[in-house]
């Protein structure tokens, strides 16, 4: 359950972000997860949901988390770099074959952006 | 209503303390290995036999991380070899602060090579950057030909795969020709190291590859 942590991570950053910016209350985050990570979105809005609530977090306690799944591509160096979309067990060249691509999406782990008073 | 576009990774306290640990390394000149599996894989034993192998080449230390316990880290310093233990409390992974106070109880510019056992867990452990040069994962025989199907991710991040208990292949239904054909799909890169820890079986061509990345860390 590591979207613990994670969630963690995000409600910090987010918190820190709005104080900067004079804000007192998040509506909305909004995050990119790639769909290569270990990431599973039902884990985290399960842990979004029970840490919002704690003192820390306390201007989070009514925001909603938003999440982009990101597909995976990759570039492929023998085929002039062209960038082609996968899943997990078909990362090869669609065109060559080549295994040996370069990972150009899919590991996301990001906060996009944040909605706030 | 406002918004703030950030763009931040999500991790980023945790990758800020990697860089720290890396930079650490690289002034001591050691290597580091994060070395992950599930619980009962054989890290403790891979580690081991990692040890007899490599010892009278490299300085070695170990740093152990478990939700509870000092058990592995006895097991390790019975061998004469600086044993930390790191007991998460319950998480499921390691993390780079962990790593740093850890390392700081280590002598680190009289080492050459240090294994981080990480927590026994096939999916948590993928997302956190530690600091080190290298993961490597192990998978037993008794797991099952399937694993790699079933936690993609650890396959995929991994730079090499151990395959340990291979002296337990007559006993379990484990399709090695299907095994190393999907770790492809996933990780054309990563060599995969049949082993026997407790046996010795194909320990050395492990340790060789291991020690390659040891003397490549201590020319830099």
Known sequence: ?117 | MAEIDLSRPILDRNEELAAGNRALFAEAGVFVLDLMASPGAGKTSTILATIAALRDRYRIAVIEGDIASRVDAEKISAHGIPAVQINTGGACHLESDMIRRAVDALPLDELDLVIIENVGNLVCPTEFDLGEHAKVMILSVPEGHDKPYKYPGIFQIAEAVVLNKVDTMPVFDFDEAEFRTVVGKLNARAPIFPISATKGDGVDAWAEWLAGRVDAVKRA
Do not use: W
């Open chain 1, 1 to 117: 359950m590591h979207e613990m942590g994670i969630t963690q991570g995000i409600l910090a950053a987010s918190v820190d972000a709005v104080k900067g910016e004079g804000g007192t209350r998040i509506n909305e985050i909004r995050i990119s997860v790639g769909e290569m990570t270990e990431v599973v979105e039902d884990a985290l809005q399960f842990a979004f949901e029970a840490l919002r609530a704690e003192p820390d977090y306390a201007m989070a306690a009514g925001a909603v988390l938003l999440v982009t799944h990101v597909p995976a591509s990759s570039a492929c160096p023998t085929c002039d770099g062209e960038v082609f979309e996968h899943g997990r067990f078909d990362g090869q060249c669609p065109k060559c074959g080549n295994p040996f691509v370069e990972p150009r999406s899919g590991h996301e782990l990001r906060i996009d952006s944040i909605d706030f008073d």
